[in-house]
């Protein structure tokens, strides 16, 4: 069970309120199974954690209303968001998958980073 996911960020200044401290950002998310066998996306669980250590954890069914099934080969894309009150963040988790054979696994996403432009160096 093979299923890799990769991860592209934007800052969205137009939903953001630095003044107010409210940083909005997109992510676009992409899921691929690189194994031999079928698995469906069942949940998801993500760790946000802001510049201050504070810490959000997020669990729910599938990922934008979809349970997507990948078949060897397939990918889905989407694209999500989330707000932070620090121009910068990070996030990371899993998604929690059910191959076709009736394994149950975990999917790991890799820690990203969430940046304002211009803040990191």
Not at 10 to 23: G, K, M, T, V
Not at 86 to 97: A, E, H, K, L
Not at 103 to 110: E, G, K, L, S, W
Request: contains cysteine.
């Amino acid at each position: 069970h093979e299923i890799g996911v990769s991860v592209q960020t934007q800052y969205l200044a137009d939903q953001s309120e630095p003044e107010n401290a409210r940083y909005v950002f997109a992510y676009t998310v992409t899921i691929r199974n690189t194994g031999t066998i079928a698995a469906q996306l069942i949940s998801r669980h993500w760790i946000i954690t802001d510049a201050d250590s504070h810490v959000q954890e997020v669990r729910g069914l599938g990922v934008v209303g979809h349970q997507p099934l990948l078949k060897p080969g397939e990918h889905f894309e989407y694209t999500s968001g989330c707000a932070l009150t620090t121009p910068v963040g990070t996030m990371r988790g899993s998604y929690q998958m059910t191959a076709e054979d009736g394994t149950q696994f975990d999917a790991a996403i890799a820690e990203f980073t969430l940046a304002m432009p211009r803040v990191l160096h």
